[in-house]
């Protein structure tokens, strides 16, 4: 369980990003984080990575805090940010060089098999496109079995065809390790193709508005009826997130949303 505890953050120069933001993330669920601009989305990420500190509240994962980068939990941010001078199965396997040799080969051989990308371990990243990249990135952060990854809009730079090729491999891979996941994306479309929860974020300062359920089984088609319901309601949600405040209805965290 994965628990934001009245969480919020203060730059130096008084931007209030975040204000008293409470949300608990089951164990192998994922939620998809969704907002305008100014919601404090990514800022709420690097607190729980541990690349930031808050300014009131915790973050707790499996009842430790998490004040610091934290060996359970993986990122995956925009850019696929690989070292250019290892070549892909390097990078890959860059974050556990403290296994034994073997079990390191087998888990990178394992994992870019899942990201159909098995014949290119030896490849230096500038050889591969955008999408393989991606890939690349997305099996460095599932080859050590985190038990939370977050993703910091990870396809907003790629076609929809690549996009929707990238979110097939992103769910076979977390069917396998189950971790918790949790994504920043402003794509609805995304959120509903696969979270299991979207969070509606209301900006100035980040808070949590709404939360909309999405109850749908895999693999989810755009077009079927339950996925366009569940995109209406988001978008509404959406809309309700930027008008003032005494103009919106309550948020329903608890609870959320239905359809």
């Not at 907002?35 to 430790?64: F, M, N, Q, Y």
């Not at 990078?91 to 098999?113: K, T």
């Not at 030896?122 to 099996?139: D, F, N, T």
Request: hydrophobic residues 45%; contains cysteine; proline residues 7%.
């Amino acid at each position: 369980m994965l628990s934001i505890e009245s969480l919020s953050k203060t730059y130096a120069d008084g931007t209030r990003a975040l204000d008293g933001i409470d949300l608990a993330v089951r164990s192998a669920e994922i939620v998809a984080l969704i907002g305008g601009s100014g919601c404090g989305k990514t800022t709420l990420l690097r607190l729980v990575a541990g690349l930031d500190r808050p300014s009131a509240g915790r973050i707790v994962l499996d009842g430790e805090a998490i004040t610091r980068p934290h060996p359970g939990v993986g990122l995956v941010f925009q850019e696929p940010r690989l070292l250019p001078w290892l070549d892909v199965a390097g990078n890959v396997g860059f974050g556990i060089d403290g296994l034994p040799r073997r079990e390191r080969a087998e888990r990178v051989a394992h994992a870019l098999e899942r990201v159909g990308l098995a014949e290119h371990a030896g490849r230096w990243p500038r050889e591969l496109s955008g999408g393989q990249q991606q890939r690349v990135s997305i099996a460095r952060a599932f080859v050590a079995s985190p038990r939370v990854l977050l993703l910091d809009e990870p396809f907003s730079a790629l076609d929809a065809f690549t996009r929707k090729d990238l979110h097939s491999h992103l769910l076979a891979l977390w069917e396998e390790v189950r971790p918790t996941v949790i994504i920043v994306t402003h794509d609805v479309g995304e959120a509903v193709a696969l979270a299991d929860r979207a969070i509606v974020m209301r900006p100035r300062p980040g808070r949590l508005d709404d939360t909309v359920a999405l109850p749908l089984r895999r693999p989810r088609e755009p077009a079927a009826p339950a996925s366009e319901a569940a995109t209406r309601t988001i978008l509404a949600a959406l809309d309700r997130s930027l008008r003032p405040r005494e103009a919106s209805r309550a948020p329903e965290l608890a609870g959320g949303s239905s359809f």
